[in-house]
C-alpha cells in the first residue's frame, strides 16, 4: 500500500511537472504552424490566363503612342500579390514616364504604365502580409504596370483603405505618401518650415492641408491670383501664399522666408526654380527637387550660395522608401492612409478607359492644376 501511494505520488509529480514542458513545446510548434499556414500562396477567386492592358509602344519626342493589347496575367512571386484592379491613378509623373521622360522609370517597350491605384488582392505568392490585405488596398508599382485588368505588386506596397471610394483609393501612394514623406525627411534633416512651389497642384494642396494640421510653417508658390484664392479657401494664410508673377516676389518671398525659418524647399518645377528659390531663401536651406514642370535640367547653384551650406537636391518617393527600410514605410503608409478623407484626400475630376487614355491624359496635363484624372480598367 505504502509502495501504490509511493508509486502513485511520483507518477503524479512527474505528470505536474511534464504538463509545463508539453506545453512549451506545443505552443510555439503551434505558432511556427500557423505563420507557416498563413503564409503559404492564396487564391480566393478563379483568375483569366489572359488580361486587357493599355500598354506603351512608341515614344517620338514628347509623343506616346498607346494601344489596347491583351496579355497574360502576371503571376506573383513569393512576397508578392495579384490585385484586380478597380481604379488607377494617371499623374504627371505617369504621363512622363509614357513619355519616356522621368528618370525614375526607364522601361523597355512596349511597357504598361500606371504606378498607383487600388482593387482587391485575389491572389498571393506567399508572405505573411497577404493574409491582412482584406477588402479595398490601395497599391504602388515600383515598376508600374497598373493600367491593366490585374497587377502584381510587393505585398508591402499594398495597403488597406476604409471610408473612400475606389477612385479616391486609387491616389493613396503618390501624392500622400509624398506629403507624408517630404515632411518627415525635412523635419529628418532639421528643417522646421516649408517652401513648396506649384501649390495648386493636387500634391500642394494637400500638403497646405497637411501643414496645417500638424502646425508647420508653409509658403506656398503659385503663378495667379485664382490659385491663390483656392488655397486661403483651404485654409492656408493669405499671407504665406505668394505670386511668382508678382515684381516682389524674391524680395517678399526672402522677407518671409527669414521671418518664418523655412529652409526646405520641395520644388515641383526645376530648370531656373530651384536656384532662384536658394537665393532668396535663409542660409542652411536644402531645395528638394521632385518635379519637372519647367523641363528636365536643374540650373547650377549660385555661386555665393557655395558657402552657405545650401544644397539642392533629388526627391524620389521610391528612393525614400527604400532608403529608410519596411518599418519608415509601415509608418509613412499608415500616417497617409488615416487621412485620406481628411486632409489627404484627392478631387476626382474625369474618368478614362483604356480606349480614350490617351486623348485625356494630353487633356489633364494640359491643364494638371484641374482635378485628377482615373482610368477605370474597362
Known amino acids: 500500500f505504502l509502495f501504490f501511494l509511493s508509486s502513485s505520488s511520483l507518477s503524479i509529480q ?15 510548434a503551434a505558432v511556427l504552424v500557423g505563420i507557416y499556414m498563413a503564409s503559404q500562396p492564396f487564391e480566393t477567386e478563379p483568375i483569366p490566363a489572359t488580361m486587357k492592358c493599355v500598354r506603351v509602344h512608341a515614344v517620338d519626342g514628347n509623343n506616346f503612342t498607346l494601344k489596347v493589347d491583351e496579355v497574360p496575367v502576371p503571376v506573383p512571386a513569393p512576397g508578392q500579390v495579384l490585385v484586380k484592379v478597380k481604379a488607377a491613378a494617371v499623374n504627371p509623373s505617369d504621363f512622363y ?42 497599391f504602388g508599382s515600383a515598376a508600374a504596370g497598373g493600367y491593366a485588368e490585374y497587377v502584381v505588386v ?14 479616391q483609393a486609387a491616389f493613396s501612394i503618390v501624392n500622400p505618401f509624398t506629403v507624408v514623406a517630404m ?3 525635412a523635419q529628418a534633416d532639421g528643417h522646421r518650415g516649408i517652401v513648396q512651389t506649384a501649390a495648386a497642384s493636387a500634391l500642394g494642396k494637400m500638403l497646405v492641408r497637411y501643414c496645417k494640421e500638424l502646425q508647420i510653417p508653409l509658403i506656398s508658390i503659385v503663378r495667379r491670383q485664382s490659385q491663390k484664392d483656392t488655397l486661403v479657401n483651404l485654409g492656408a494664410d493669405p499671407n504665406h501664399v505668394l505670386l511668382s508673377t508678382s515684381p516682389t516676389f524674391e ?7 527669414h521671418e518664418l525659418g523655412t529652409t526646405a524647399a520641395f520644388d515641383a518645377v526645376a530648370a531656373s526654380s530651384p536656384s532662384q528659390l536658394v537665393k532668396a531663401m535663409p542660409s542652411g536651406t536644402t531645395v528638394y527637387v521632385y518635379g519637372l514642370l519647367g523641363g528636365s535640367t536643374v540650373d547650377g ?10 544644397t539642392i537636391t533629388g526627391f524620389h ?11 519608415e514605410k509601415m509608418i509613412v503608409g499608415a500616417s497617409a492612409t488615416k487621412r485620406l478623407a481628411t486632409s489627404l484626400s ?16 494630353h487633356q489633364y496635363m494640359a491643364n494638371a492644376t484641374n482635378n485628377k484624372l482615373v482610368l477605370i480598367p474597362q
Open 251 to 257: 524680395t517678399d518671398l526672402s522677407t518671409l522666408s
Open 183 to 185: 515632411v518627415r525627411n
Open 301 to 310: 547653384l549660385p555661386i555665393d550660395r557655395l558657402f552657405q551650406k545650401t
Open 14 to 28: 512527474s505528470a505536474a511537472m511534464g504538463f509545463p514542458v508539453f506545453l512549451r513545446v506545443l505552443i510555439p
Open 317 to 327: 518617393l521610391n528612393q525614400y522608401l527604400n532608403q529608410h527600410g519596411l518599418i
Open 346 to 361: 484627392t478631387e476626382i475630376g474625369t474618368t478614362a478607359t483604356f480606349a480614350d487614355l490617351q486623348e485625356k491624359a
Open 97 to 138: 514616364t509614357m513619355q519616356g521622360t522621368y528618370s525614375a522609370f526607364k522601361l523597355e517597350l512596349p511597357f504598361i504604365p500606371g504606378i498607383e491605384g487600388s482593387g482587391v488582392v485575389v491572389k498571393s505568392g506567399g508572405g505573411l502580409l497577404a493574409r491582412t490585405l482584406n477588402g479595398l488596398v490601395a
Open 154 to 167: 510587393d505585398q508591402t506596397l499594398a495597403f488597406p483603405v476604409a471610408d473612400v471610394t475606389p477612385e
